[in-house]
């Protein structure tokens, strides 16, 4: 985990980061790293790190390492986007016409393979392509903790295809996310105001001087910023009234404002009177103590424990307000003596999307197309770019259910029993075709789309990780590493199940993968 | 007494205005000039609205008047929105009001825990919301032999030490929970009996009776359980669509309700349809309809008292081209916390109305 610095200048130097305001290190813990702890840094910025990546970071300094992980923090993703991003609302509309014509055209014709005609669906289509491109930046990413702050602040400003049904609203939001994923919060804060997918997503848009719509004002504070008992219902008006006219171009899908619909008017909130516009209310909501706290809290839940310090939360949250800064927040939290006691390590449940990134990163599982993976994560209840309502994922523990707990066991012991991997070009080359397809039967969660079993052929092949013994092969990451790493790589603590000690390596990982303790980080 | 609440969930948005229809309102004809159902393949049930002909299977239930119809059905400013407006009636929530837990555990709370197997309320679909909640042991099984089998592979953690860790303490209790409610079923369902009769084969609903009506006769103690039917969304072409749905959920339900009968169970168990929403009163350009709001849902059960109940809305008092409802869902809900498991609640409602269904 070599972090490239320098991109675009972006890279705040060490110093300045711990400028004063942030301990340099809690007194107790060790200034290096032993496997384990370096194990607990990675299992919580990143989404799962192989035995090689630990051992990157083993007797390395801490905070020399913290330092590295903040300064690599990606602004772009890798991965290239998908080709419709630039077209706007009119162009997809005018696509989503034309299929509509030609599936009534097709109505009742069957195709050259004598099945029914399948009408092309293009805001389905994009949708996936979008999940799809997220999934692979996630894999593809030489960044992870750029991805989880993405997921982060996706699941804090909420926008969902459901309601906003235009994707290339949601990838610049995306952008937005990844941009100011360690950036400013100010900055953040803003900018999600002015965005096109959550001006669709709580009606901005149709908000307007005659007729306020209170959908983004209510969220705003309740959830944004000052949470539940800091404001009135009149602050709710009052905010509602002061982003009047602030929109969405039609044609293009970008920002506009419309002077005429703006309500200029004096108003009063939270004690202030002014004639405030959208950016005087964000201003304010900036100067109130409770917004640096809510998001200190929400930071907390995410990477130390379940049970936020209040006395701690207090202290980082009167930090980060002089400047909103992020890295430096994040410094001090990683460096915070909470974070580091081992007793809150594996403390957190895993989401779906870090489960299921995580165990394909983990056992190098080569995965083409994206689209298995994501409809696990949908039946696992985290589908991006869907949050289930403004409020976003709950997390924690109501990941685990008891209907979860044993879909994400399935998934596990799918992957366990028929997808075991060996190196790519090994299968490829050693293994007869008519095997890959058989194996490719039994992939996890099978495909019911035509366009999915049209999909290239997996290069996955391998045999059961329980019982082949030593011919079970481990991919590329997990190869040639003795069953005691293994299981310290892969559980935050002690197996909760007896695992054999005398196990092979691959025995080992089907245990651990298998194990209840796998669902921690 | 309690009875056992056996939810089927018409995913999508059923069309009630094709379901129960107002055939002798000429209005109907003018709205769905295309795709209204035709006055003789109406069953008339009294001299102002009929059933659709394909839900014959359910004249039996309606003439031995254990079939009760509430029309109306709805909330005040409905959501239009699939998701939105499931997860209103799954949680009885108001319109602008977000919660998390279903109706059926809210029923629950602060009451005495129901007596079980170490399972409450079994989810043969998928969407588990209604019972949803700390105070209701929920368990999704679409399978019961391969739910048994998941279940074995976690063995039983009793005892075990979570260590002041509180994920880990949640992980165990949902291990802990699966393996009660495996061990329970495990026994009851081994013993249980083929139902008498076999279920219609050609939608998932058929497998899900089978398995429900596996669960009654097996007299595993549960408050509820959930199945559903899914392809209501009649956006286009929906004449015969919605015909071959409404034939699947008669036929079901019918054969549901003689396998009920045969086990000397069918006053034991209370079943309810519901839906999103229905359909906007006009037909759209596609021969179909799009999301509208109140609709009529089914009730069915050897205590229910069978007949039309609540008021059919009126198709010259529409607000937005959308049917006003008569009766709020909450009240059903309240009528149903009370009927089958002797709770009263009110699910923030100011006056639920009270309906005489059971």
């Known amino acids: 985990m070599v972090a490239p610095i320098g991109r675009r200048g972006f890279v705040v130097g060490t110093a300045a980061l711990s400028a004063g305001l942030w301990p340099l290190r809690p007194g107790h813990a060790a200034a290096t790293m032993d496997f384990d702890e370096a194990r607990h840094l990675l299992s919580r910025t990143t989404f799962g790190a192989t035995p090689a990546e630990i051992r990157a970071l083993e007797s390395q300094d801490y905070v020399a390492t913290v330092d590295r992980l903040l300064a690599g923090v990606r602004r772009d993703a890798v991965t290239s986007p998908p080709g419709w991003l630039h077209e706007g609302p009119a162009e997809l509309q005018r696509q989503v016409q034309v299929a509509r014509a030609e599936a009534a055209e097709a109505k009742g014709k069957v195709g050259v393979d004598g099945k029914p005609l399948q009408p092309e669906r293009p805001l389905q289509e994009q949708s996936r392509e979008l999940r799809n491109w997220w999934i692979e930046e996630m894999l593809a990413t030489d960044q992870p903790l750029t991805e989880r702050m993405v997921l982060f602040w996706h699941n804090h400003f909420t926008s969902s295809l459901m309601k906003v049904r235009f994707p290339p609203s949601l990838f610049r939001q995306n952008a937005l996310f990844r941009r100011e994923a360690l950036g400013n919060f100010a900055t953040l804060l803003k900018e999600v105001a002015r965005d096109p997918a959550m001006l669709i997503y709580l009606d901005g848009m149709r908000s307007v001087a005659r007729q306020p719509n209170e959908n983004f004002a209510r969220e705003l504070l309740e959830l944004f910023t000052l949470g539940e008992g800091h404001y009135s219902e009149a602050d709710i008006k009052a905010a509602a009234r002061a982003f009047t006219g602030w929109t969405v171009d039609r044609q293009t899908g970008h920002f506009k404002t419309r002077d005429n619909e703006h309500d200029g008017g004096e108003k009063t909130f939270l004690g202030q009177t002014g004639r405030f516009d959208g950016d005087a209310i964000i201003a304010i909501l900036l100067n109130h103590p409770r917004t640096a706290e809510t998001i200190v809290e929400k930071l907390w839940r995410e990477f130390v424990s379940l049970k936020p310090d209040p006395a701690e939360v207090k202290k980082l949250a009167a930090g980060f307000r002089a400047n909103y800064e992020l890295k430096p927040l994040m410094r001090a939290i990683l460096l915070s003596a909470q974070f580091r006691d081992p007793a809150n390590r594996g403390a957190l449940i895993k989401s779906p999307v870090e489960l299921i990134v995580g165990t394909v990163h983990l056992l190098g599982l080569p995965v083409p197309e994206k689209t298995q993976l994501v409809r696990m994560m949908i039946g696992l209840g985290q589908m991006p770019f869907d949050p289930p309502n403004v409020k976003g994922w709950p997390g924690g523990e109501s990941w685990i259910s008891t209907y979860t707990l044993l879909l994400r066991q399935q998934f596990l012991r799918r992957i366990v029993e028929a997808t075991t991997v060996a190196s790519m070009e090994g299968a490829m080359m050693s293994s007869p075709r008519n095997r890959r397809i058989e194996r490719r039967e039994q992939l996890p969660m099978r495909s019911d789309e035509g366009t999915m079993q049209m999909a290239e052929p997996r290069p996955i092949e391998g045999r059961s990780l329980r019982y082949a013994g030593d011919e079970a092969k481990l991919g590329p990451t997990l190869a040639g590493v003795d069953s005691a790493t293994l299981l310290r790589t892969l559980l935050p603590r002690a197996p909760i199940d007896t695992v054999d000690p005398s196990h092979t390596p691959g025995a080992t990982v089907a245990s651990a993968l298998l194990d209840t303790a796998y669902q921690l980080k | ?358």
């Open chain 2, 1 to 358: 007494m309690g009875r056992i609440l056996l939810l089927i969930e018409l995913k999508g948005g059923n069309d009630g205005l094709n379901t129960v229809i107002p055939y002798a309102d000429p209005k109907y004809r003018e709205f769905r000039p295309g795709i209204g159902v035709a006055r003789d393949h109406t069953i008339q049930l009294d001299e102002k609205v009929g059933l659709h002909n394909k839900l014959e299977p359910l004249m039996e239930s309606w003439k031995a008047g254990d079939l009760a119809i509430v029309q109306g059905v709805g909330y005040p400013y409905p959501n239009r929105s699939h998701f939105r407006s499931i997860e209103i009636w799954d949680t009885a929530s108001a319109s602008n009001q977000t919660l998390s837990e279903g109706w059926i555990a809210q029923a629950f709370r602060g009451a005495t825990p129901p007596k079980g197997v170490g399972v409450d309320s079994i989810v043969v679909d998928t969407n588990a919301l209604p019972s949803t909640g700390p105070e209701l042991r929920t368990i999704v099984m679409q399978d019961a032999e391969n739910f048994l089998r998941q279940a074995h592979a976690l063995r039983d953690t009793g005892g075990m030490k979570d260590g002041g860790n509180p994920a880990l303490r949640h992980l165990l209790a949902v291990r802990q929970e699966i393996n009660a409610a495996a061990k329970g079923l495990a026994d009851k369902l081994r013993d249980a009996a083929a139902p008498k009769e076999a279920y219609p084969q050609e939608v998932l609903l058929g497998r899900q009776l089978d398995l429900a009506t596996r669960i009654v006769t097996a007299r595993v103690p549960v408050v509820a359980i959930k199945a559903a039917l899914g392809g209501f969304d009649t956006h286009a072409n929906q004449v015969q669509p919605h015909e071959r749905l409404l034939g699947f959920l008669a036929s079901n339900l019918a054969t549901l309700r003689k396998n009920l009968i045969a086990a000397n169970l069918w006053n034991d168990v209370v079943v309810m349809t519901y839906s999103e929403f229905g359909r906007r009163v006009r037909q759209n350009a596609s021969a179909g309809t799009d999301h509208g709001t109140a609709a009529p849902l089914f009730v069915m059960g050897g205590g229910v008292k069978g007949g039309l109940h609540g008021a059919y809305p009126s198709l010259g008092d529409l607000t937005d081209g959308d049917l006003r409802h008569t009766v709020d869902f909450r009240s059903v809900f309240a009528t149903m916390a009370q009927g089958c498991w002797g709770q009263q609640r009110d699910f923030g409602l100011r006056q639920p109305q009270r309906l005489s269904l059971l």
